[in-house]
């Protein structure tokens, strides 16, 4: 008899008394859980105003909601906490509601029989975006513009399957419906939560909302703090300067100033609310989801009403899509054990393709849970998202003595699937992500012990694009991942649909002596660019005490109480002109106009009392060389300028073309993007 070996938080409680039963009965309880009900609200045939896609023709949107139902006494939904807590039907089953949208050729059979299965970030789709190019991407009620039509000519089936508690049912965003958490005898559970409100450069919003609703009306259960960086000692507002909005207890207003004018959070400030807090979600939940509608996509025939399943019979692999916030809710999802279906005990997700997930998980699987956090250098430090085991290598962590990896549970029930671990420099600097592929110690991981799984950096890229400043001291860096992503959808699948493998592994490391402390400046390699401030600052790899229920997923200090910063973090260095030097570097990188960085700095306000020295989030810079010699040397710009770079434009042309080229031979852009790169430098004034 084969055993589930629980993680800490499943034993305590209904897990350990659920494996309990296992070891005393020898038997495994019949799983249950799955998806009872589709509710199909909208079917158009064709979409995307009836274009046809090559050999697959015309494609249709399927819109609806689905029912599921979790056994919370089953092992395999153990680690959903507060599961026992969730209100119950007649046969001890908690049921949950979630929108879901189908895009499929009209004609299955002139698909690839592969379904994107996209996970929404904050309660939007991406799969488009990001592989299409589409400027408007689909929603709940559109399927919105294909872009370039990259999946649908390929035959690829779209899946959006929502998760996320922070987007609600019944919008334009794909959201769920989830139970709140009760105490046993049937009374509100009640906690302690705390919510951060980031006012940015000119911001002075009225008013900030909260996740739960506050237990009382009594400001003696509850502060509110503020600082202007993350780094500065947070001030206590009096309880007279802050009040809630209205009865509800669902938002909270300034009554008088503070960083700002009377009434209004600002400018430029993070502002901590703690709080005793009510009704819990059953956040966790949405790990459920995600794994009971792929298998009910790729195994059912009907839900229980007879409903026939939109992909019955057609679906022979099961890809994750995913942009930032949802990838680390994959990590979690595998950490977890989730990529074992119920009752077959079968492999849910083939492959998953993350961008931009970092090393972290999500704040997501605990009681109050607030999965739209996300931490970085500036914001949300306090959030239990970064926290061991961060990488697919098992390691034994000194900090808190515990030894283990990601991907732990999915190895014991052989249902790891095939991932692609994909990020770009900003999480470097914003995210820690030298722990993925690092033992937070200074010394790289050995990345041959997880076969399964392949590693990469965009160099130079940021977390988001853009272009102008913004909230940033310098113009945003422009970059985006769509033509890597594309290629690296492609290897993926060939990979797990013929064994092909993959392209080798791409970050920095210590032993290409391409990873490095921020600081000195020197020694990271970054140049002195006049009007350009380095100060390495970063996201350091802090560890915290949560209280002693925090393995069961329940925070009881907040904010919690700094233990120390035990993990070193590390950052891609750069060559002479500030451009990384590892990773994949696309033609903008490796044949450059201009510097391109992962990191920037946030800018002051008129009127910030503190100077500004945190990070700029998500955004990069993107610092444009000189177009001449004499140019660069009035300003005092260590960079070769444009004109010292390519004697001509037929010059910069054959570079860019060279670039491109040679990434196509390493099966990192297609043939296709490898043209568009070629046109753009062709179209290009430069030098």
Not at 132 to 137: E, P, R, V
Not at 443 to 451: G, N, V
Not at 471 to 488: E, F, K, S, T, W
Request: glycine content about 10%; hydrophobic content about 35%.
């Amino acid at each position: 008899m084969t055993l589930r070996v629980l993680s800490p938080r499943a034993r305590s409680g209904a897990g350990w008394l659920a494996l309990f039963g296992v070891v005393c009965f020898g038997f495994v309880p019949v799983a249950s859980a799955r998806i009872t009900q589709i509710n199909i609200t909208t079917v158009e045939s064709p979409t995307f105003s009836g274009a046809s896609f090559g050999a697959v023709g015309a494609y249709e949107r399927i819109d609806g909601t689905m029912t599921g139902e979790v056994d919370p006494k089953d092992p395999l939904n153990a680690d959903i906490v507060d599961i026992g807590l969730a209100t119950k039907s007649a046969d001890g089953k908690v049921g949950y509601s979630a929108d879901f949208q189908i895009l499929r050729p009209v004609d299955l059979a002139n698909g690839n029989h592969r379904v994107i299965f996209d996970l929404p970030n904050r309660g939007r789709a991406t799969a488009l975006t990001t592989f299409n190019d589409s400027t408007s991407g689909n929603n709940t009620t559109t399927a919105g513009s294909p872009g370039n039509g990259f999946l649908m000519n390929g035959g690829y089936t779209i899946v959006e399957g929502a998760w996320d508690i922070t987007a609600a049912q019944g919008g334009a965003s794909f959201g769920v419906t989830f139970p709140i958490a009760k105490n046993k005898n049937g009374s509100t559970i009640t906690g302690r939560a705390t919510e951060e409100f980031v006012i940015d450069k000119n911001a002075t919003p009225a008013s900030e909302p909260l996740t739960y609703p506050a237990v009382s009306a009594d400001k003696s259960q509850a502060f509110l703090t503020v600082r202007e960086n993350y780094g500065d000692k947070p001030q206590l507002v009096p309880a007279s300067g802050w009040d809630y909005t209205d009865s509800t207890l669902t938002a909270v207003k300034l009554t008088s100033g503070n960083f700002g004018g009377p009434g209004s959070f600002g400018p430029t400030a993070l502002y901590e609310f703690t709080y005793t807090a009510k009704n819990p979600l059953v956040a966790g939940l949405g790990f459920a989801a995600l794994r009971d509608f792929a298998t009910f996509l790729r195994a059912a025939k009907t839900d229980d009403k007879g409903v026939a399943n939109p992909l019955a019979g057609n679906v022979q692999r099961i890809y994750t899509s995913c942009v930032s916030q949802p990838c680390r809710t994959t990590r979690d999802f595998l950490l977890f054990g989730f990529n074992e279906a119920e009752k077959t005990h079968a492999k849910v997700f083939d492959a998953m393709l993350n961008w931009i997930g970092g090393g972290d998980g999500i704040f997501m699987n605990y009681r109050f849970a607030q999965p739209t956090r996300t931490q970085r250098q500036h914001i949300a430090r306090w959030t239990p998202e970064f926290q061991f085991p961060f990488a697919d290598v098992a390691i034994f962590d000194r900090a808190t003595g515990k030894y283990g990896s990601r991907l732990d549970a999915c190895r014991r029930s052989s249902t790891c699937p095939k991932i692609f671990e994909v990020n770009s420099e900003n999480e470097y600097w914003s995210k820690g992500g030298s722990m993925l592929t690092t033992d937070g110690q200074g010394h790289d991981l050995e990345l041959s012990s997880t076969p399964g799984v392949r590693y990469y950096q965009l160099s130079s890229l940021p977390h988001g694009a853009g272009t102008a400043a913004g909230i940033c001291q310098q113009p945003q860096n422009p970059l985006g991942p769509d033509q890597v992503l594309r290629a690296l959808l492609v290897d993926l699948d060939q990979w797990v649909s013929s064994g092909r493998q993959p392209p080798a592994n791409r970050v920095p490391s210590f032993a290409s002596h391409t990873l490095a402390p921020s600081l000195p400046q020197s020694g990271m390699g970054f140049p002195h660019i006049p009007g350009v401030t380095y100060n390495g600052i970063l996201h350091t790899g802090d560890l915290w005490n949560f209280g002693p229920k925090f393995d069961e997923g329940i925070l009881t200090v907040l904010p919690p109480q700094l233990l120390g910063t035990p993990y070193k973090i590390f950052v891609p260095k750069t060559d002479a002109d500030g451009n990384d030097i590892a990773g994949i570097r696309t033609p903008d990188v490796a044949v450059p106009v201009a510097t391109y960085t992962g990191w920037g700095l946030r800018a002051s306000a008129p009127g910030d009392p503190v100077p500004i020295v945190d990070g700029c989030d998500a955004s990069g810079q993107k610092l444009l060389f000189e177009e001449t010699k004499a140019e660069r040397l009035a300003a005092g710009d260590p960079r070769l300028s444009l004109q010292e770079r390519y004697k001509d434009h037929a010059t910069y042309v054959s570079l860019v073309t060279a670039a491109a080229q040679s990434l196509e031979s390493q099966r990192l852009l297609l043939g296709q993007d490898v043209q568009n790169y070629i046109a753009a430098a062709q179209a290009a004034a430069v030098p």
